[in-house]
């Protein structure tokens, strides 16, 4: 079995104890990561905070040129990578593709980024003074990212605060590791000074209490469970550590009878098959007006049923296996719950195989409001369908929700969907758009989804400060 070390201030570093890493498509293990103790991460904080005083002091360019540098490397060894986060995560091939191109696309959009970092001159209001507002990088950025993008999303926080001119400590979820790895060794290819992005690996209670609690990690960026942002919340509460983050999601998908049927079909079905259901904005609650219900119905359960499922390294899959055994009994509980609701399963419902933690792609229609799929996040191909009559309603069960990360309708009605994206209550709205994450538009959430906003201009903002500089002159 392959050991893999993690990358601290420019040194690999190989020491027990290991971290294994499965295949969730065999259950087989994968390989090992080395961990490290909390004492080790306050050091890794200590180097970033050394080099910080370095890198900021870089012009923007230069940092981009640096992150178009990780892009190269990236591009280079994309088949590999994409592998990797396909051994170690258990999507598609294709999709992992698809992730190793959003990352270059991130690295390469927060490369311009670091050009324009603008700050401004503010008219004075009294004789003799100027006024400036500069912006200026916070300092150590310590990052904690999920499994289910495990590039992308460790990306999506690092380019745009290394543009910014901060340092990063990144702490990938246990499951995912090697995609952390990998993108360490495209950093050391690049040829980053030591210290400017580092990976850390060990108890990740602990690794989160130091960079709270240590003065010199400036902000804590966070993807994943609203529980851990909780804590992550209370946490930050004693040294009042600044906080992005990007938690659950429980995206409604709202189907008008004035919408060709296909679209409606094609883009929630996408919406919410990518990345195996295990999506933050993943279609969870399929809302279909009742005029075309039924066919809407039955059309969406014939793509479900045609949906290849198994090893994301076999080509032509569609869907591969859910990420643990946590995550298929998950899904079951769902559809075992919404069926004894009096749910009509139109599809699917099982396990597939005993190897490994495959579902067979699902759906449930009419699944009453307590159900537990349309309350929670099923990280699943199980979708849930339900009817509604007028837009009101659907609006009304849309907004129905804790979360609200994203949102997605499908109208012909130019009229309806400026209402639509004025009442839904969340970050990203796709209208007639199944995919809507691009690198230039923020991406975060409303209510509890989260803090903050990520890629755009705002994924840069979201790592500097803004300093007001008032100027006593002689004129
Ligand atoms: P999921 O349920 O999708 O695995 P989590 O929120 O548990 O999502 O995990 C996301 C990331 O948060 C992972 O890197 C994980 O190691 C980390 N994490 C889990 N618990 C804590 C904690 N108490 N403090 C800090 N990070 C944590």
Known sequence: MKTHPLYLNGDWFAASPFQQVNNPATGEILAQVATIDRQRVAQALADAHAAFLRWRKLPGKTRGEFLHAIADEIETRSAEIARTITLENGKPLAQSQGEVGMTVDHLRWFAEEARRAYGRIVPHQVDGKRHLVVKSPLGVVGAITPWNFPLVLAVRKMAPALAAGNTFVLKPAEQTPLSAVALAECVAAAGLPNGVFQVVLGDAPEIGREFLENPL??????TGSTEVGRLLIAGAAATVKPLSLELGG????????DIELHRAVEGALIAKTRNTGQSCIAANRIYVQRSIYDEFA???????QA??????????MDIGPLIDDAGLQKALAHIEDAVARGARLLCGGKRLGAQGYFIEPTVLADVPPGALCLREETFAPVAAIAPFDTEEEAIAQA???????????FTGSLDRAFRLLESL??????????????????????????????LGSEGLDAFLETKHVSLGLQL
């Open 307 to 316: 949906m290849k499922v198994g090893d994301g390294l076999t080509p032509g």
């Open 217 to 222: 990690c400036r902000k804590v960026t966070f």
């Open 399 to 409: 907004n129905d929700s804790s979360y609200g990360l994203s949102a997605y309708a």
């Open 298 to 304: 039955s059309a969406f359960t014939a793509r479900m």
């Open 250 to 257: 429980h995206a409604p998908v709202l189907v008008f009878d």
């Open 425 to 454: 209550e969340a970050g990203t709205i796709g209208i007639n758009d199944g995919v809507p994450s691009t690198s230039n538009c923020p991406f975060g959430g409303v209510k509890q989804s989260g803090w903050g906003r990520e």
